[in-house]
């Protein structure tokens, strides 16, 4: 039996699928709008990461200012001086109060006469130096009750021997905060005192009484 002959293909019958320039094509169609979930679901995971990124940050962020807050008042709780401390601190600013008036007073009474007017500028630098340190120790700052409260001494003698009597009872007092205190800066400021009353003011005061004694 013969074989028949193959009838050549029909160009037009290998390709059905029309093809028209201003439509896209169904499966490019549907590519088309496979991008613009992705993209839009990118987008919106975008933005939950983001959300929750910041809301991440913003929770460690409260956490790290508490830790710190916590942190500076367990330190500010560890350095609170003991009740001993803290009245020595009062009572020397308050020293420091009162020879400034008696000082001021003896000025306002005899006039500009040395070591009065050196010393009684040296008190007021004396009672600043302690208020930083009523600050750290959150200590209140006494206020200064002897100020225009003190009366001078009848004679410039009197005066001089005041002077002398309370630098000798100053070098006592510091000398006697010194064996309890342990705060370093507090000590500082005591020894530094201590040392001025009785290498500087001591002995201006007893010159002071030697010339008004002649």
Known sequence: MGMKPMRSPNASSLFQLKIYPDKPMPHCRNQHHSRQNRGQNRGQNCGRNR????GQFAACTGAIAALTLNTTAVSQAAIIPSDRTVQAMIEGIEDEYKARALYQAVIDKFGEIRP??????????????????????????PEDRYANNIEA??????????????????????????NFVEEPDIRSVFLRLRNISEERHLPAFQRCLQRVSR
């Open 51 to 54: 959300g929750q990124s910041l």
């Open 116 to 141: 009065f007017t050196n010393i009684v500028i040296a008190e007021d630098r004396h009672a600043k130096m302690w208020e930083p340190l009523f600050q750290k120790y959150g200590v209140p700052l």
């Open 153 to 178: 001494p009848a004679t410039l003698k009197e005066a001089c021997e005041m002077g002398v009597q309370g630098e000798i009872d100053n070098v006592e007092m510091y000398d006697r905060f010194l």
